[in-house]
C-alpha cells in the first residue's frame, strides 16, 4: 500500500503476504463454526428439546473455541514476526505459503477430533498439525534473524530471543496434549487450553515492540 | 501498511487485527445468505409454485437481513473505536480475538433462530451472543479510554463518553428482544430493527471524528 | 492505513468500508461457484461419460460467469466512485452496508436462476437484486457530489456526470433482461453478458482519474 | 490506501485490486481443503479403522496439496508482476477479473480430478484451467511492458524478460501433465509438484526487485 516501501526499488513490500494471511486465516476461523452441525431437519416441540439436543454438540462447540484460539495464536505469531519484517524475499515467501497450507488444515483436523472425540488418532493428527505450524514459525524466525536486510532495525538479538521463547509453549502444549491424550483423547484436546495463559501474563513483546511511548502527538 | 506507524518502535499497528476484523465480518456476513436453503432438489411447473415455496422463506429472509445488519452494526462500532487507536498492545488484541470468536457465532445463533422461529430458547441464545459482543466493545473502550499512549489525541473525553452512549443501544436492543420474546418469539426478533434508527439520526459522532472539515486541498 | 488521512481529525478514512467492501465480494464471488454441483456420488466409467454429465451443468456454468462478471462491475462501479471519496460520514456508511447486504445476495438470486431456468419469476427477482444494487450505487453518488467535504477535488462536475452516465448501463441492462425474460427466461439471462462491452470501449473514466500522466518519478 | 497514490489524479491505485484479488485466492485457497470430504457420519471403533478410511482419502489430499501450491504459484505469479505496478487502468482490470474468474474455477476443477482420479478427462480439464491463467498473466506483463505510464521505474526491459521466462514454466508444467496423462491420469497431476521447484532455486527475481538494499535505517 505505502508507496514508499511497496516500489521504493528496494525489495517487495510485506503487505500483500500479509493481506493473504489475514484472509486465509479469516476464512479458516469462520468455516470452523460450520463444523457445528445445528440440529436442522428436526422440528423441536419445546425449548428444553431443543437444549437437549444442542448440550449433546457440547464436544463441538468446545473444539470449535479450543481451535478458533489456537488458530489465533498462531495468527498472533505470524504478526508478532511479521511486525519487524521490512521487505519479503523468496524463501520468506515460501516458508509463509507453506504455514498457510497447514493453517487451512486445520478446521480439517478439529472435524476429526470433534466427531471422533473417543479416538486418540485424530488428537496425533491435530498434534502434528499444530507442531508442523511452529516449526514453520521457527524456521521464519531463524530465516528473519540471520536476513538483517529484511528486517527492521528494533529487531534485536534480544527480540529475537523473546520470540524464540514464545514458540516454546507452541511445542511444548501440543507434546503435553499428546501425553494426555494416551490418558484420555478428551482430556488431551482440553490441554490446549493453556494457550490462552499468554493473554494474562504481561509480556515483555509489548516492550519490545515498543521502543519509546511518547505517541500523544501525531505521527510527523 | 504505513511503514512509519508500523515499524517505527512505538508499538504494533493496528492494521492488521483490523484486516482479520475485516476479512472475518465479511465471511460471516457472506455466510449468513447461505442459510437460507433455495429449493435445489424440487423442480416447479409455474412461477406461482416457486413464489410461494419462497414465500415459505420469508422467515429466513428477515432472519438474514437482522443478522446483516446486527453484524453491520457491530462492525461500526468496532470501526469507530479503532478510529481512535494508534497501537495495539496484547489485551486489546485479545479483547478483539474474544470479540471475533463470539462474532462468528452469529451465524450460527442466525440459522438456530431461523429453524426453529417458534421456541423462545433460539431468541435468548442470540440475545446473549449480542450481550456477550457489546461487553467486549464496552471492556475495549474502558482500556482504550485507559491507554492514552495507545490512541490519537482526539480520543477526548468528550467522544468516549459519545461513544459508551452509544453502546447504550447495543444492551437495550437485545434485553428489548429477550423482553418481547416470552410474548412472542418471532417479534422478539423483530425488536433488533430498532438497531437500524441511528442511521437516520445525525449523529455527533460525524462531528467528534472530524476536527476540521478543510478537506479541499490534498493531504500534504 | 495511512496514518495521516486515518486519524488527523479529519474524519474517518475510507479505508475500512473498502477492505469490508472487497473481502464481501470476494467472497459472494468465490461463493458463486460452489453453486455448480459437481457430480459426486456419481462414478463414471468413461471420460465420455463424464462429460456429457458436465454438459448438463452448462447453464450453470454460464449462470457462473454471468454472475461472477455482474459482481465483478458493481465491485467496478463502487471502485470508480469510491476513487473520489477522501472520508467516510454515516449515510456513506449506511449506503454502503445496504450495498453489501443486497450483493451478497447476488449467488442465491443466481442459484435461483441457476436450478430454475425454465421459469421467468427468478429472472425477474435477480433483475430486482440488481436495479437495488444500482439505485444504490446512484443515491451514493449524489451523496458524494453533495459533499465536498468527503471527496477529493478532482471529483469535478465532469467526473459526476460521467459516473452517473455509467450508472445507466446498469439500469438499461436488467430492464432488457426483464424485456427479453417474457421472451425466454434463458434469452433474458443471456442479456446480462452486455455488461462486458464497456471493457472493450475506451472509457473517459481514465482520463478523469487521471489528472498528469508523468508517472516517471518516484512518488515524492 | 495511501493517499498520494490513491487520489491525487494520476490515476486509479492499484490497492483495491490487489485486495480483492488476495480476498479471492484466500477463499479459493480455504475451500479447496472443504473437498476433502471428512468420515462424518461413520463411527470407528479404533483408530487403525479411521485411519484405514482415511488412507482411502490419499488422492484427495494430494490433489488439496497440488491445488494449494498451484494457486500459490498464480498468486505469486500476480504478486510479482504487481509489484512494479503503480496506477491501474481499465484493460489492467478487466484482465485482473478474467484471471480472478478462472482463478475461482480451480477448486472446482481439483473437486472434479479428486472424486475421478481414474479418468483423463478432468485431467485435460484441470490444464486447460491453468493454461488459461497462464495466458491472462502473459496477456497483463505485455500490457504493462507497453504502458509505462502504469509501472514503477523499476520494471526495466531486463525484469520484463525474467518475469515472461518465469511464465514458461506455468505453460510447459500443464502441458507436461497432459502428456503424462495419457500414460496415468494421477500420475499427470503429480508433474504439478514441479511447481515447487523454483522455491528451492535462488532466483534473479529477488535481485530485480531490489535495487539497493541499505535497508538499515528507517524509512525517510
Wanted: aromatic share 10%; no cysteine; charged share 15%.
Amino acid at each position: 500500500m505505502n508507496g514508499k516501501s511497496e516500489s521504493d526499488g528496494r525489495g517487495m513490500g510485506k503487505n500483500r503476504i500479509e493481506a493473504l494471511t489475514d484472509g486465509i486465516f479469516a476464512v479458516a476461523m469462520t468455516l470452523l463454526v460450520l463444523d457445528i452441525k445445528p440440529p436442522v431437519h428436526l422440528r423441536f416441540e419445546t425449548s428444553e428439546a431443543l437444549i437437549d439436543h444442542l448440550w449433546m454438540l457440547e464436544h463441538s462447540f468446545v473444539m470449535y473455541a479450543i481451535s478458533f484460539v489456537v488458530l489465533a495464536m498462531f495468527w498472533l505469531g505470524h504478526h508478532l514476526q511479521f511486525h519487524f519484517v521490512r521487505h519479503v524475499d523468496r524463501p520468506l515467501l515460501w516458508v509463509n505459503l507453506a504455514f498457510l497450507l497447514l493453517a487451512v488444515v486445520v478446521p480439517f483436523s478439529t472435524n476429526l477430533v470433534g466427531d471422533h472425540g473417543h479416538l486418540q488418532f485424530p488428537v496425533l493428527l491435530y498434534a502434528a498439525n499444530l507442531l508442523a505450524l511452529s516449526l514453520l514459525l521457527f524456521l521464519q524466525l531463524r530465516h528473519l534473524a540471520a536476513s538483517p536486510h529484511l528486517t527492521a532495525p528494533h529487531l534485536t538479538r534480544e527480540a529475537v530471543t523473546h520470540l524464540q521463547r514464545q514458540l516454546i509453549l507452541f511445542v511444548v502444549v501440543p507434546l503435553a496434549s499428546v501425553a494426555v491424550s494416551f490418558h484420555s483423547p478428551r482430556w488431551g484436546m482440553y490441554v490446549y487450553a493453556l494457550l490462552v495463559v499468554p493473554a494474562f501474563v504481561p509480556g515483555r513483546i509489548d516492550r519490545l515492540t515498543r521502543v519509546e511511548t511518547s505517541g500523544g502527538e501525531p505521527d510527523p
